[in-house]
């Protein structure tokens, strides 16, 4: 059974701060996926990584692949509080099977 | 808006009761999921459904019956639930082949049994 966790499940930070998110494994993955879900809504995607060691940015969001596939991290920069939310990353093994972690909640205080 | 509309958006049912819960996907997608999620738990995968074919039955109770009658409309037959089956029932589509893992998700069902 493949597991990803999370880390912080918590965070709460002051607009403007820096912040980074993780999501570790012991299992490889073929391609991973972070969501962003609000209150009330489902998640929506933000970015997929495929190649160990890739880094893709998305405005003030900069998501990484570990070079073994096994884990990602997330880091915003001068986070808004817009960006409150409840992250979540998911791996899959190339299957139809999303492995989705417990989410990171944040909470950006203006 | 995801292109993924869900039906009810919220539900309070009893433990006899029969109900249905429906997705429709406007995004041209074959492939359509189930997926349960509770406080402090990830999201858990229920049923995977490519065009139209079940393909994916991640050991759910017989009390969840999905049902497919096209590759844009799914639904999930509830009966004779449980307390513990309170949670948000998320609808997901995706294309099949490469992108099947780039999922668009509804707004969900928020569930009560009482």
């Known amino acids: 059974t493949q597991l990803l966790e999370q880390s912080p499940q918590f965070l709460s930070i002051q607009e403007g701060e820096n912040l980074t998110v993780y999501c570790n494994s012991s299992?490889?993955?073929?391609?991973l996926q972070w969501y962003r879900q609000e209150p009330g809504e489902g998640p929506v995607l933000l970015v997929t990584?495929?190649?160990?060691?890739e880094v893709k940015k998305l405005k003030r969001l900069t998501f990484q692949f570990g070079d073994a596939r096994k884990d990602s991290s997330l880091h915003i920069t001068a986070a808004q509080p817009g960006d409150t939310g409840l992250y979540l990353c998911?791996?899959?093994?190339?299957?139809?099977?999303?492995?989705f972690g417990k989410g990171t909640k944040l909470s950006v205080i203006p | 808006e995801t292109g993924v509309t869900q039906t009810p958006r919220h539900l309070v049912m009893g433990m006899t009761n029969k109900k249905s819960l429906k997705c429709e996907q406007h995004?041209?997608?074959?492939?359509m999921y189930w997926y349960k999620q509770s406080a402090k738990k990830p999201l858990e995968l229920m049923f995977v459904?490519?065009?139209?074919?079940?393909?994916e039955n991640n050991s759910v109770p017989s009390r969840f019956s999905p049902e497919c009658p096209n590759s844009s409309h799914l639904f999930l037959h509830l009966h004779t639930l449980q307390p513990e089956d309170s949670a948000l029932y998320l609808c997901?589509?995706?294309?099949?082949?490469?992108?099947?893992?780039?999922?668009?998700f509804g707004a969900g069902t928020r569930l009560s049994v009482l």
């Open positions: 995004l041209g997608h074959n492939a």
């Open positions: 998911a791996g899959t093994d190339g299957s139809y099977q999303l492995t």
């Open positions: 990584v495929v190649t160990g060691g």
């Open positions: 459904y490519n065009f139209k074919e079940q393909t």
């Open positions: 997901a589509s995706s294309q099949s082949g490469v992108a099947k893992n780039i999922q668009y």
């Open positions: 299992s490889v993955f073929s391609s």
